[in-house]
C-alpha cells in the first residue's frame, strides 16, 4: 500500500504553468509504475513514468519526471488550456499488474489536486 498526496494544483491563466508534486508516505522504489489522471467527465490518462507515452492533448507541453529518493512525481504543465482542467491524480500501478487501465492496475490514488485554467 502506497500512500500518495498531490499538490501544487491552482488556478492559471491561459499559457501559464504548473508544476504537481505527488509524494509517497512510503518508498517507491519498488512500484512498477506510477502515471498522472485527470478527472473531467470521466477520467483519463496523462501519462506514464518511465515511458514517452502521453494523452495526445498534452503532448510537448506537459512532463512527468520520477525521483525515487525523494518519494515523488511531479507533472509539469506548460502552455496550459482551458481543456485542462480538471482534478489531477497521481497513481501507483499494482506490482502484479501489466496493464495500464486505470481502473483495475492503478490500485493506490492520492486524494487529487485541482486545477483550474481560465481564457
Known amino acids: 500500500q502506497v500512500q500518495l498526496v498531490e499538490s501544487g494544483g491552482g488556478s492559471v491563466q491561459t499559457g501559464g504553468s504548473l508544476r504537481l508534486s505527488c509524494t509517497a508516505a512510503t518508498s517507491i522504489s519498488s512500484v512498477p509504475g506510477m502515471a498522472w489522471f485527470r478527472e473531467r467527465a470521466g477520467v483519463a490518462a496523462i501519462g506514464y513514468d518511465g515511458?514517452?507515452v502521453y494523452a495526445d492533448s498534452v503532448k510537448g507541453r506537459f512532463t512527468i519526471s520520477r525521483d525515487n529518493a525523494k518519494g515523488t512525481v511531479s507533472l509539469q504543465m506548460n502552455s496550459l488550456k482551458p481543456e485542462d482542467s480538471g482534478m489531477y491524480y497521481c497513481?501507483?500501478?499494482?506490482?502484479?499488474?501489466?496493464?495500464?487501465?486505470?481502473?483495475?492496475?492503478?490500485?493506490?490514488w492520492g486524494q487529487g489536486t485541482q486545477v483550474k485554467v481560465s481564457s
Open positions: 497513481a501507483a500501478k499494482s506490482a502484479f499488474s501489466c496493464g495500464d487501465t486505470w481502473d483495475v492496475d492503478y490500485v493506490n
Open positions: 515511458s514517452s
